[in-house]
């Protein structure tokens, strides 16, 4: 008894002059999610191909399809993307994530699909590598994120003049003195 497998796919089981097709085999969730995953994380660091573009995730419109921005220079392009059905309900991306896509011709509204999603090992290469567009890049600095101790300012807070809080302090002393 022989296994093996013809180019569309298929398995073929040969037993003394019997063929017999099966069906692709169907793996198990968990094997699938495992096999996206180690796919995700193999060391393909390749440079996007010429069909290939660089985008950014803005919104999810459901039903796996994501709006997205281009890295256009000129305009601000946006338009949807589809998930391929080997990442649906194993990967998960979120609002400004960068993937990788590629065009497809079929419809209007959905003009691409996502190929791969990009990691931060892959925007340092990409970076390296001169393929990162412009747009995309880190606007802020290290300079601008520190306060002046030297420690990462909090965001979530507003920035309070030192000066600021003493004056009005001093203004409700002085009316309290003269009740």
Do not use: Y
Request: net charge negative; aromatic share 6%.
């Amino acid at each position: 008894m022989v296994l093996s497998s013809d180019p569309s796919g298929s398995l073929l089981l040969s037993r003394k002059s019997k063929t017999i097709a099966f069906a692709q085999l169907k793996m198990s969730r968990v094997t699938k999610i495992k096999h996206v995953l180690k796919e995700q994380e193999a060391d393909e660091f390749d440079v996007p191909k010429e069909n290939q573009s660089i985008v950014r995730i803005v919104a999810s419109r459901g039903n796996n399809l994501h709006e997205v921005e281009s890295a256009a220079e000129g305009d601000e392009e946006r338009f949807l993307v589809s998930m391929p059905v080997k990442f649906r309900k194993n990967v998960w991306i979120k609002r400004g994530d960068f993937v990788l896509v590629e065009p497809i011709e079929e419809g209007n509204k959905v003009k691409a699909e996502i190929c791969r999603i990009l990691t931060a090992e892959h925007i340092k290469l990409f970076e390296k590598e001169g393929v990162w567009p412009k747009r995309f890049t880190r606007k802020r600095e290290l300079e601008d994120d520190l306060d002046a101790d030297g420690l990462v300012r909090n965001t979530n807070r507003k920035f309070a003049e030192e000066g600021g809080d003493s004056s009005d302090d001093d203004d409700d002393d002085s009316s309290e003195e003269e009740d």
